[in-house]
């Protein structure tokens, strides 16, 4: 197991550092000087060759991109127009903004683990479940239940889901209030309550599709030999269906509910937009809409190592459920 293990986060070391390479090379080896789209439109030629010393942009593409690698973990000097020392990880410093970008991301990153996470959990306990439940009372009332929920949510929008929700719950029978982001450790009641609708929203979209892959992987397992042999040794269903059929029948979840995650987290964009919260995702679509480049940088960065260390954790849960992936 620690073998695999290296195997896996030494392939996820070198993906990383090839995101990063193509990431900065994206921004900073282009014809387009990443100086204009940093510095505001009324700075003169001075300033903007200032700036462009103080990001190291004179120097050789290799020194610059070790020097920003360098400020990620060890922290690294800005220079006096970009806030003097930036401590670790430093992804540079925003002129839209005006201050570090590791301190927009500090701010918003929270709103975006507290928007995925719960509505992650929500989503695979609602759709697994309700597939496994399907799969196990095929041609009943609750399995037509469960194929016509699947479908709703295939056919919607997240937008349109939201709209509803926003329109019911907050505006007409005013149950909620507007949806907003504040601190767990401040006020668990106002942080769920501001949150519940975007996690309603994207539990609903996603377990749809989870339900659907639940039910079809399930009744395929229960074809198998292996559970029509622990059926024939008299084992309770309870066991055959927990143990043996449910193990088998969730790898493929795994796979896909890993992504969605590791997805999600790199920015809820549609979500927080149409919810009003910001967070990762409509702090990246500002970047884009504002030509912040440092801020768009550390999002995709972000973003990437999210969706690896997902791929990781992906890894790691299919060797414990399936033994025979350490073998690979």
């Not at 301190?103 to 507290?114: F, Q, Y």
Request: hydrophobic fraction near 50%; glycine fraction near 8%; charge should be positive.
């Amino acid at each position: 197991m620690a073998r695999f293990l290296i195997k896996r986060l030494f392939s996820a070391t070198l993906t990383l550092f090839a995101v990063s390479v193509l990431t900065f090379l994206m921004f900073f080896a282009l014809p387009r000087d990443p100086v204009t789209g940093m510095c505001p439109k009324n700075c003169s030629p001075e300033r903007l060759e200032r700036v462009r010393e103080e990001l190291g942009l004179n120097d050789p593409l290799v020194a610059q991109y070790a020097g920003y690698m360098k400020g990620i973990v060890t922290g690294r000097d800005l220079g006096s127009a970009q806030g003097g020392h930036c401590d670790a990880p430093c992804l540079g410093w925003s002129y839209v903004t005006n201050e570090a970008v590791s301190d927009t991301i500090a701010r918003v990153l929270p709103v975006t683990l507290s928007i995925v996470i719960p509505a992650a959990i929500l989503w695979l306990l609602l759709g697994v479940g309700l597939g496994m439940v399907s799969a196990l009372r095929r041609g009943t009332w609750l399995d037509r239940l469960a194929i016509g929920f699947s479908l709703t949510g295939a056919s919607l929008q997240l937008y349109f889901v939201g709209a509803v929700l926003l329109l019911v719950f907050v505006y007409n029978l005013k149950l909620l209030p507007v949806p907003s982001y504040t601190s767990l450790f401040d006020n668990p009641w106002k942080w769920a309550s501001g949150l519940v609708l975007a996690w309603v929203s994207l539990a609903f979209l996603f377990s749809a599709i989870y339900a659907r892959l639940s039910r079809a992987q399930m009744l395929e397992t229960l074809s198998e030999d292996f559970v029509r042999t622990a059926r024939a040794k008299g084992l309770a269903k309870p066991k055959v269906y927990g143990r043996h059929a449910l193990r088998a029948a969730i790898t493929p979840v795994v796979t896909i509910a890993g992504l969605d995650v590791g997805g999600a987290l790199g920015g809820t964009v549609i979500t927080e937009t149409t919810f009003g919260i910001q967070g990762l995702g409509r702090t990246a679509v500002d970047a884009v809409r504002s030509g912040d480049l440092p801020t768009i940088m550390a999002t995709v960065l972000i973003a990437a190592v999210f969706v690896v260390l997902a791929n990781v954790l992906v890894d790691l849960l299919y060797a414990a459920i399936d033994p025979r992936v350490r073998l690979h």
